[in-house]
């Protein structure tokens, strides 16, 4: 099992290999549908991205209010109880540029993306993890710690950018800094076979 | 009986409490596919996922997905109260950390934190002099009142489709061959976003809304079952098979299981209209029920 550990360097994320299994550690921020329109329309990102993960979840986060009286507004902490990836290929329209803008070296998702987002892992030195979709209490598991939380007023808690601290994020390398892409080979293998059973009635 | 109790237990069972035939599926699924494959170590999260979630009573998935409750109640049911208890069991089950803020406002874009909506949670009700016992169809069951909630997440509800027959494309015509063609073709599409292994939901025939009901409704039936038509029973069969020979694998990251089941319902149609609608399921089945006799205790279905 081969391990990241945030800051991400080019060199471990171009030495990665499609269908490679790693465990991330360190600093991950999530970003979903909101984030990445306003990150690639020109927003600033309150968050530091270069060389770092971002992460494809809304998630399940509910106050750690030290005072039960008190209104769960989060000033207490937060805890995450639920987070899995979302499907990645909404942000295929903003991705590239986002990589391009903040240098972001891991994407971590689910459903693999397209050729626009492949190409620039390759340009840029990038890499896209597959989580395992659904998994949310497991992901949950490797969150050690709720850092910050931007955006929560504008996006909601579920579109929010969290940076979260992970230990151990289990993901397979999905798309290579090299072009690969497994996805792409799994649908033009499958779209072979259905041809196959399709002409067999 | 307090019902936004009840519902609120109903709640955090379906959210976190995987039921015992989709979780023995993904298990013999994990048995089929080849040691230290992505697909073995895929599935293998997904059995510890499902063992932690029961373990502490968290989400299986942060999205909580459509919350869908259908009844069948007693003639003479004050539908509205039950209705308001099912809203006030959501917003607990929000507060509870069971439920994701998972609502946005279409028009402004805002989250809208609790959960409850117009027509949200979702509540569909029939009534029935006798309860039939939603999954197996059987009746005979007394009077009383039984619900089943469905928690289908948006990734899977965005794979879900509608074809119109004829499709000149796919080459399907309006008989049962024409509906396996889009079947198959809706599982190729569905590869990397749906979450596989899934399961299909599946009308031929209805007008498009009631096609979009019936086969999310066939959602609630157990995964070892199968249609009473024998025909539809067959077609169940064969599009498994042939579903899970396309090599897509959990995750869409390839492997031997794409689905888990395939569950067909005919209705009647228009002479003009023949609609096969598809109400894909991702791997997290999260269904449950329960069944309130007019003269007994309230049973926990699975």
């Not at chain 1, 171009?14 to 790693?22: C, D, I, T």
């Not at chain 2, 023995?24 to 293998?44: C, F, H, K, T, Y």
């Not at chain 2, 997440?153 to 049962?176: I, K």
Request: proline letters at 5%.
């Amino acid at each position: 099992m081969i391990t990241l550990h945030h800051p991400f360097t080019e060199a471990a994320v171009r030495a990665l290999r499609a269908g490679e299994a790693v465990r991330v550690s360190g600093r991950v921020c999530t970003g979903r549908d909101r984030l990445h329109k306003h990150l690639a329309e020109g927003g600033a990102c309150p968050a530091d991205l270069r060389d770092g993960a971002l992460f494809h979840c809304g998630p399940v986060v509910v106050p750690r209010s030290p005072d039960p009286a008190q209104p769960p507004d989060g000033r207490g902490g937060w805890r995450v109880v639920a987070a899995g990836p979302t499907t990645s290929v909404r942000e295929e329209p903003y991705m590239a540029r986002v990589i391009e803008r903040f240098g972001v070296r891991v994407v971590i998702g689910k459903g693999g993306m397209g050729a626009a987002t492949r190409a620039a892992c390759a340009r840029f030195g990038c890499v896209y993890l597959q989580a395992v979709g659904g998994a949310a209490a497991l992901i949950a598991q490797r969150v050690t710690r709720v850092a910050q939380v931007h955006f929560l007023e504008e996006f909601g808690a579920t579109e929010a950018l969290w940076e979260l601290d992970v230990e151990g994020l289990e993901a397979v390398v999905g798309i290579d800094a090299a072009g690969r892409s497994l996805y792409d080979e799994v649908r033009d293998a499958s779209a072979a076979r259905l041809r196959h059973l399709l002409e067999s009635i | 009986m307090d019902w936004t109790d009840t519902l609120a237990e109903l709640i955090r069972r379906t959210t976190s409490d995987l039921p015992a035939d989709a979780e023995a599926a993904l298990r013999r699924a994990a048995d089929v596919e080849s040691p230290g494959s992505q697909a073995a170590l895929i599935l293998g999260a997904l059995a510890e996922n499902t063992v932690l979630a029961r373990r502490q009573s968290t989400p299986l998935c942060q999205d909580t997905g459509t919350l869908t409750f259908f009844w069948d109640v007693p003639p003479g049911t004050d539908t509205a109260a039950l209705e308001q208890a099912a809203r006030r069991a959501v917003a607990l089950a929000t507060r509870n950390g069971w439920l994701r803020r998972n609502t946005i406002d279409a028009l402004t874009g805002r989250s809208v934190d609790s959960n409850v909506a117009d027509g949200c949670p979702v509540c569909h009700f029939e009534q029935r002099s006798e309860v039939r016992g939603q999954r197996s169809g059987a009746g005979g069951q007394g009077a009383g009142i039984e619900v089943w909630l469905l928690q289908k997440g948006g990734g899977s509800e965005n794979m879900s489709r509608q074809f119109s027959l004829p499709d000149e494309a796919l080459g399907a015509g309006r008989d049962l061959e024409g509906v396996r063609r889009c079947l198959l073709h809706a599982v190729w599409q569905a590869q990397g976003f749906g979450c596989a292994p899934g399961v299909l939901g599946v009308c031929i025939g209805a007008d498009r809304a009631e096609g979009f009901l019936t086969a999310k409704r066939q959602l609630l039936r157990p995964l070892d079952d199968a249609a009473p038509e024998p025909e539809l029973a067959a077609l169940e069969r064969r599009v498994l098979e042939e579903a899970n020979a396309l090599g897509i694998g959990p995750m869409g990251m390839g492997g031997v299981t794409t689905l888990l089941g395939v569950k067909i319902a005919a209705r009647t149609r228009l002479p003009a209209s023949y609609f096969v609608t598809v109400a894909y399921l991702c791997w997290a089945c999260r269904r449950r029920g329960l069944r309130v006799p007019a003269d007994g205790p309230l049973q926990w279905l699975n």
